[in-house]
């Protein structure tokens, strides 16, 4: 990894964007709920583009790797933070099933983001 710090700032920013508008727009949540749902993975989305895109500004070798590296982190700080907060105890509980047909796999575009970006820049990166 270029910079492990770096990737685990911008991971933690990759959950924290989209969790403030979650919780901005909550109510949209319980009135309109296919609403919510349709913005949130576009949030996530701009999420990713931008952290991904901040990250690789000063990345010129292995890049393929490091954007797979870079999703994996990603996700896996999203997917802890979310579990910790979503534990039985928390106000904010929620099944482990209903959590991952809710939430869960839409942190599957994490890693798709990244390497998809990753294969991009490293293809024009080649192409100089």
Known sequence: ??????????G???WLLPFIVAFLIFPIHESNRPLFES??????????????YLYFKNVDKNIKAEA???GIIFILISLVIDLIMFMPNSPMHMELLDYTMDIGL???MIPIITIGMG???????NKK
């Open 106 to 108: 839409t942190y599957l």
């Open 68 to 70: 797979v590296k870079l």
């Open 1 to 10: 990894m270029k910079s492990l710090k770096k990737s685990i700032l911008f």
């Open 39 to 52: 913005i949130m993975p576009i949030v996530i989305t701009i999420s990713v583009i931008i952290f991904t």
């Open 12 to 14: 933690f920013l990759v």
């Open 119 to 125: 294969y991009a820049i490293d293809r024009e990166k």
